[in-house]
């Protein structure tokens, strides 16, 4: 006599080689990289970079997309929301991923409600003066500030941006007091660095790099713990007398939390490949960026520096009392 299948065991057969079938399907579609930012700015340009090796590595189009506002919480936030499939993802840095968790009421968590992929590399800051200041190193540079308590005007991208944070972070570390002057955006205060209207500012070293090898504006230090082989001659933090003042605007690669574990996976070797690929690795380095090493590169390591950047800079950020524009 013959014996049929329980109907609950053959449903759960369907339902486990189905799941198989998917992970191994996956992409089947387009995957969408939405960019918190307008076109044309550093995140926009970093993900199209990484857009066609990664074509290439998972056989589908990655499609860039800009969503903007709120200083790139809008664009997150669309992404915490998104299906958790693996063809929705967010590519943002240390500003989207950790900063604005601190100075926005984010309707998302953004570590509960995103899921790492791929830490992509970092980008250090360096601290940058009008050329008219009397000070030629970073030791006089902070002497000549903290001599001139709440006179001294640093530029900055707007509040809660990286150059407000890092101003705020070299006031905590040097004992001075600056008087923060907003702009919309660091093309505009950069402008007016180059013209002498302000004094200084802490900025990423992609964008001031180009002006202070110009001779436009004085760089003293980079915020890393070695130098930047885009910048050699120009000393770290630690080496200039300001040691532990470390800042990184560090990118990486989120998905919806929940999204399947072979469909992150897949996703990360794609970056990982990408970041291999010794064109891409050339013009992302052209940017000023420093890949990080490929055990860094995993999900788990993106997870826990962010977690660790997280405690660290939000009590910063929280005392600062930072208001937005």
């Known amino acids: 006599m013959r014996t049929s299948t329980p109907y609950w065991l053959a449903l759960l057969f369907a339902l486990c080689t189905g799941g198989i079938a998917h992970a191994q399907s996956f992409p089947s579609r387009a995957v969408t990289m939405v960019v918190p930012f307008a076109a044309g700015g550093p995140v926009d340009v970093v993900a199209r970079i990484l857009a066609e090796p990664m074509r290439r590595s998972l056989g589908q189009a990655v499609v860039v997309e800009n969503t903007t ?4 919480s809008l664009g997150v936030g669309r992404v915490a929301r ?97 008087q923060f002057i907003p702009y919309k955006g660091t093309g505009p205060a950069m402008q007016d660095l180059v013209g002498g209207q302000i004094d200084m500012m802490v900025d990423q ?80 380095e052209g940017l000023g960026m420093e890949i990080v090493p490929k055990v860094q590169q995993a999900p788990e390591a993106l997870g826990a520096h962010q977690k660790a950047e997280i405690e660290k800079w939000w009590p910063i950020i929280r005392a600062a009392n930072v208001k937005l524009d």
Request: no cysteine; hydrophobic share 40%.
């Open 69 to 72: 506002g709120a200083g790139g």
């Open 205 to 284: 070293l992609s964008n001031s790099l180009p002006q202070v090898r110009a001779g436009k504006i004085r760089g003293y230090a980079i915020t890393a713990k070695e130098r930047s082989p885009a910048a050699p001659d120009v000393p770290t933090v630690d080496e200039a007398g300001l040691p532990g003042l470390h800042i990184s605007i560090w990118y990486g690669i989120w998905a919806p939390r929940g999204t399947p574990k072979e469909a992150v996976a897949k996703l990360n070797a794609a970056v990982v490949e990408a970041l291999a690929d010794p064109a891409t690795r050339q013009r992302l």
């Open 82 to 178: 998104a299906a958790p499939d693996g063809y929705t993802l967010s590519i943002g840095h240390w500003s989207t991923h950790v900063v604005n968790g601190a100075v926005y009421a984010l309707p998302y968590d953004l570590q509960k409600d995103l899921e790492p992929v791929a830490m992509i590399g970092g980008n250090p800051m360096i601290l940058v003066s009008k050329n008219a200041l009397p000070a030629t190193s970073l030791k006089e540079m902070v002497a000549w500030v903290k001599a001139n308590p709440g006179k001294v005007n640093a530029g900055t991208a707007g509040a809660g941006s990286s150059t407000h944070i890092a101003g705020i972070y070299f006031q905590n570390e040097t004992g001075a007091k600056l």
